[in-house]
């Protein structure tokens, strides 16, 4: 089972990216697939994550309405849209995949058993 993360780089303040996780190993139709970032000197945190079986979405308050999680089903992708984008945005960015994690579970790192190989995003000012 592989996660294969995509799509970071350098941008200006108030820019866009968007972040691409593309599943391979096994259908992850049922699955929660979650985006995580990390900076440097700080611990892993909850960014973004869908259930892709019903769409359920949740998000960090820090990134609610700037960013938006989807995915193609028939892809086994799920992606990050992320607007307006700030310098404390910068991070390594983590897609991560996994079964049976409930609604109140979503932001739980421990909960995903599959985790991609991160990308960085720089936000410059």
């Known amino acids: 089972v592989q996660l294969q993360a995509s799509g970071g780089g350098l941008v200006q303040a108030g820019g866009s990216l968007r972040l691409s996780c593309a599943a391979s190993?096994?259908?992850?139709?049922?699955?929660?697939m979650g985006w995580f970032r990390q900076a440097p000197g700080k611990e892993r945190e909850f960014v973004a994550a869908?259930?892709?079986?019903?769409?359920?979405?949740d998000y960090a308050d820090s990134v609610k309405g700037r960013f938006t999680v989807f995915s193609e089903n028939a892809k086994d992708t799920a992606y990050l849209r992320m607007n307006s984008l700030k310098p404390e945005d910068t991070a390594v960015y983590y897609c991560?995949?996994?079964?049976?994690?409930?609604?109140?579970?979503?932001?739980?790192?421990?909960?995903?058993?599959?985790w991609g190989q991160g990308t960085q995003v720089t936000v410059s000012s």
């Open positions: 991560a995949a996994g079964s049976g994690i409930i609604l109140s579970a979503m932001r739980m790192s421990r909960a995903y058993e599959f």
């Open positions: 869908i259930r892709r079986r019903g769409g359920n979405t």
């Open positions: 190993g096994r259908t992850f139709s049922s699955y929660v």
